[in-house]
């Protein structure tokens, strides 16, 4: 085991290398005076400043981060009423399609649920006139119908492993259902419900397949706009959004896992 230790470390370094070298590459050059992101031409900060005047990247940027934190909150909703069901309700009519409907997302290529969900929404729009166009709405439905798919396995995990004592005693007390959710079982899944909301976020944010299938004019989303970019040449100004977007994500994730560590800390001391 000592001979591969070194072997293991090595593979480990390189594989975070890979990962993060290109990140830092980004952030150093969102700095750069040159306009060119492969030549360093000296320190500076007018690139975020022409960031703030370029209007229609701000707008998809804002359009981007309204849309994954709508989908990431309905994910999490849906989500959360799915692993109720599957975990809670073992036997109940449908449960084989509801599991099918639930894991289809995660493992079907994003180009078929794409089309699939434009082909809907046109049929709908034809038939019952709703949605009217494509837009934000349908990007919205679009993502929710994948990204609930995360929050259900997530969840789902969290509620199999959940110790049922607790619930039965606050029943037992005379307390109602619906406050024994929101008293007992919500605090307990929190952890799980964050990281589900952490997930479906950024795969909303994220996404750009789906999104290029259901949007419409004046629906571009950030994603989209910085590829038809890159297309033509990667500007510093999308390394400036880069950089501020990798700023909030990691602050995000430095909250969301201090408020973990709270609230692990909350529960070994209401074990003893």
Known sequence: ?????????????????????????????????????TVWGGFSTKWYGELLNNGPLLSAAWLSVRIAALTATLAVIL?????????????FRGRGSLE????????MPEVIIGLSLLLLFV??????GWPAGR????????????????????????LAHMDLSLEEAA????ARPIKVFFAITLPIIAPSLIAGWLLAFTL??????????????????LPMVVYSSVR??????????????VGLVTLAVLIAGWVLWRQEKRNQLDAH
């Open 79 to 91: 989500g959360t009423l799915a692993a109720l069901a599957l975990v809670r309700f073992r036997r």
């Open 171 to 174: 029943l037992d007390l005379g």
């Open 123 to 128: 049929a709908m729009e034809t038939v019952i």
């Open 1 to 37: 085991m000592n001979r591969r230790l070194p072997l293991l470390i090595t593979i480990l370094l390189f594989g975070y290398a890979f990962l993060y070298i290109p990140i830092v590459s980004l952030i150093v050059y969102s700095f750069n005076e040159s306009r060119l992101v």
């Open 204 to 221: 909303s944010l994220d996404d750009l397949v789906v999104a290029s299938f259901v949007s419409g004019p004046g629906s571009t989303t």
């Open 135 to 158: 837009g934000m709405t349908t990007i919205v439905i679009a993502h929710t119908t994948f990204a609930m798919a995360y929050v259900t396995v997530v969840v789902q995990s969290r």
């Open 100 to 107: 099918v409907m639930v894991t289809a997302p995660l493992v």
């Open 232 to 245: 033509l040449g990667v500007s510093p100004e999308i390394n400036a959004l880069a950089t501020i977007i």
